[in-house]
């Protein structure tokens, strides 16, 4: 039997149907009220719960006082076109996040050298195979006829203290091709610069996030 609602002096039955009805609606709304108002609803909170957040860098902001005069140069004719780097801001500290990409990077057994580190600084050179050159790279349809044998990734890696706690961590890679070219008209050349896909960059950023996430 239904229940009775006093209604104007007058009794109205409310129906078995009608009362499922109303505890349907009344069920979906407090599901999407909890939806709105559970922990990370809210716009621009990343992955790690509030100590983790992806943030937008220049393709000039890595650091660039501590390259040499003919990377900035290098830098700067090509800045409109170079993809901005991967950027990262945590709440931990500088040397926990120098530290843990080192030890990241030496575990992955990278071939790297021409090493220049301090301690929010960190730059070296990878050599890459031809399959990790094309995997790290945009093609480049003016380098369709070279035949590409491998590269070089040049990579820095820079951290910077903000105002509310959080420490900025903004990483970016130069690439270079090793190969021949087809073309017999072209010049030769030692290498070809090559724009980043920022995947490796990426892969970077994603093993920050986890580790320290995996820490709290």
């Not at 220049?116 to 890459?128: G, Q, V």
């Given at each position: 039997m239904g229940t009775i609602v006093l209604r104007s002096g007058r009794q109205e039955r409310m129906t078995g149907k009608t009362a499922i009805t109303t505890f349907r609606r009344t069920s979906i709304g407090i599901f999407f009220l909890g939806l709105l108002t559970a922990p990370g609803a809210a716009q621009g909170q990343s992955a790690g719960d509030g100590d983790a957040r992806l943030c937008t860098a220049s393709a000039n902001d890595t650091a660039t006082t501590k390259k040499s005069k003919k990377d900035r140069e290098r830098d700067q004719k090509g800045s409109a076109a170079a993809a901005a780097p991967a950027c990262l801001e945590l709440r931990a500290t500088t040397l926990d996040v120098q530290e843990y990409l080192q030890s990241y990077i030496r575990k992955k057994q990278w071939r790297i050298a021409d090493e220049?580190?301090?301690?929010?600084?960190?730059?070296?050179?990878?050599?890459?195979d031809k399959e990790e050159l094309l995997a790290f790279t945009k093609p480049d349809p003016k380098n369709a006829e070279v035949h590409w044998?491998?590269?070089k990734a040049l990579i820095r890696i820079s951290t910077q203290e903000l105002s509310d706690g959080f420490h900025r961590t903004v990483i970016r890679a130069d690439f270079r091709g090793f190969g021949e070219t087809a073309d017999h008209f072209a010049q030769p050349k030692p290498w070809w610069d090559l724009d980043s896909n920022r995947s490796l960059e990426n892969s970077l950023i994603s093993a920050l996030q986890s580790y320290f996430r995996s820490r709290r």
């Open positions: 220049t580190m301090s301690e929010d600084f960190w730059a070296f050179s990878r050599e890459l044998s491998g590269g």
